[in-house]
């Protein structure tokens, strides 16, 4: 029997800018890791895209890499690796051959704006209009879900289409793609994906976790080019020869927000929110489908195994967060890297009336307008780069207190877990949340204490628990007993005086206003 020190963890965290391979040992502490971006093609306006086969390139550098550094640090992964995990970019699609292996097209990337006018068409054409699909999938018609994609996918690419016609095509998100060639590709590729990124797709029955057919049938897409739905908890397949670890099962798959929760340990009634390219805020609701009737989405939290229950749990979704501070520095060149946002913002006390909201694509929750573009209102000849530095911050910040507002009325009073001073803790992970600067905005602007655990990439690990978890690992007490283990967390509590506060946020309202029907300015 393998002595516990020699008992490992594999999880692949697939996002939306980057790669990475994490190896974690029995205690879930990473043993070895390795990171690779990959490239962001934006077509036109309002389009982003990514080559599917250096995503697949990437997941294969970064398992040789980790693999290798934790090997090289004394532990035998070779033959004390148990299980794989997988977690990924939500919503991103694509469609590939199944014969040759090869995309018919870029994936399609959940921000992505192109379907605007198959929304606008279908809101006005189903009797439902916009919420047509709420009741069965808990999601708006919006150009962020997935079946939109695929909609325009095959609406618009001659090849796709064809691929259809001849039984060819195989649709996915991310995961489905990464399993389906991990598993054999041409070669008997397994064909699946898991219920947290079938339920982003808009095409999956809540509540039977199974594809919807009248869903299929309304919107002509076929049931046949669909992978299989399994739970986020259980054997799925082997990695097959060719890769850098082989013969070991693959048996976690999670969306990275569903990741995140699972890596957070959040029980029923607990949040938390992530901070990378976008932000998302997620409340555990337990086995209950709570519907929004202030702007969020009802989706699927995660499902433990086949013969598991669901947990669901209601959801904000932010389109723009840390991409707004790439923008400085890609775009503006007002930073020359991301982590310099921290102390170019912290030069000044205030934004000094500035307010920026980046509507890039349009608005997710809880506002839903893609017709919102972005802006930065308040400008005088006192401003200066440190002001606008610190507005971005703040508009992250603002973004999701709108959400957790919207949260806290879904939810109501025995929704939401307090801790002993009846305080509603919002958990906080991801990149972005390293910036302490960003953390102390954050408290002050939701009034209310924030707290940031040891290791903020929370999604690899929540990804790592679902395998572990499959195989016997960890059990689910250790797991959710982890997320009790506050003592080495950060906890910023706020600071700002409660007036300020309001008055902040009634400027931020009153920027957001100036966002909407900008979409068709004129170059």
């Known amino acids: 029997m393998a002595k516990v020190e020699d008992v490992f963890v594999g999880s692949i965290d697939q996002g939306t800018t980057s790669t990475r391979f994490i190896i974690y040992d029995r205690c879930s502490r990473p043993i070895g890791s390795h990171q690779v971006e990959f490239t962001q093609f934006y077509p036109e306006a309002g389009w982003v895209e990514h080559d599917p086969m250096e995503i697949l390139e990437s997941v294969r550098v970064c398992m040789a890499k980790a693999v290798d550094k934790a090997t090289a640090a004394g532990y035998n992964v070779d033959n004390g690796l148990k299980a794989i995990g997988l977690t990924n970019q939500r919503e991103t699609t694509l469609v590939w051959s199944k014969s040759t292996g090869s995309p018919l097209h870029n994936a399609i990337v959940w921000m992505d704006a192109r379907t605007s006018a198959i929304c606008r068409k279908l809101e006005n054409e189903l009797s439902g209009g916009r919420t047509h699909f709420v009741g069965t999938c808990g999601l708006p018609i919006s150009t962020y879900f997935s079946a939109m994609k695929l909609l325009w996918l095959m609406e ?231 002001h606008i530095a610190r507005a971005v911050l703040e508009s992250m910040c603002f973004q999701v207190k709108d959400v957790l507002d919207s949260m806290h009325k879904d939810a109501g009073e025995k929704g939401e877990a307090k801790n002993e001073k009846g305080e509603f803790l919002l958990r906080v992970d991801g990149g972005a949340t390293v910036n302490n600067l960003l953390m102390q905005i954050q408290a002050d602007l939701l009034g209310s204490p924030v707290v940031r655990p040891s290791d903020i990439e929370t999604t690899a690990l929540g990804a790592a628990y679902a395998a572990g978890l499959a195989v016997g690992v960890w059990t689910e007490d250790e797991i959710f007993t982890a997320g009790e283990r506050v003592e080495s967390a950060t906890t910023f509590h706020p600071v700002l005086e409660e007036e300020l506060r309001k008055k902040k946020v009634e400027s931020w309202c009153k920027a957001v206003s100036r966002t909407f029907d900008l979409a068709d300015l004129s170059l």
């Open 156 to 386: 618009n690419v001659k090849d796709v289409n064809e691929s259809i016609k001849k039984g060819d095509a195989l649709f996915g998100t991310i995961d489905t793609w990464l399993i389906w060639n991990l598993t054999g590709g041409v070669n008997g590729g397994l064909h699946v994906t898991d219920v947290s990124n079938a339920s982003r797709t808009m095409l999956m029955n809540l509540k039977t976790l199974e594809w919807d057919k009248p869903t299929l049938e309304t919107l002509g897409i076929p049931a046949q080019i669909l992978p299989k739905i399994v739970s986020n908890s259980e054997v799925i397949g082997k990695i097959v020869q060719g890769w850098p670890i082989t013969g070991v099962p693959i048996s976690g798959c999670l969306g990275d927000q569903h990741a995140a929760m699972l890596g957070q340990a959040c029980r029923k009634g607990e949040a938390k929110s992530t901070y990378g390219t976008g932000a998302f805020i997620l409340l555990n609701t337990g086995e209950e489908v709570v519907q929004s009737k202030h702007g969020l989405l009802t989706t699927l939290a995660f499902k433990l195994g086949k013969d598991a229950r669901a947990n669901y749990a209601l959801e904000g979704s932010i389109a723009i967060a840390g991409a707004a501070v790439q923008w400085l520095r890609d775009s503006l060149g007002i930073i020359s890297s991301a982590k310099e946002i921290e102390e170019l913002a912290s030069q000044v006390k205030s934004t000094g009336g500035i307010y920026f909201v980046p509507a890039f694509n349009g608005l997710f929750a809880p506002w839903w307008r893609d017709d919102a573009r972005g802006v930065c209102i308040g400008i005088t000849r006192f401003t200066s780069k440190a």
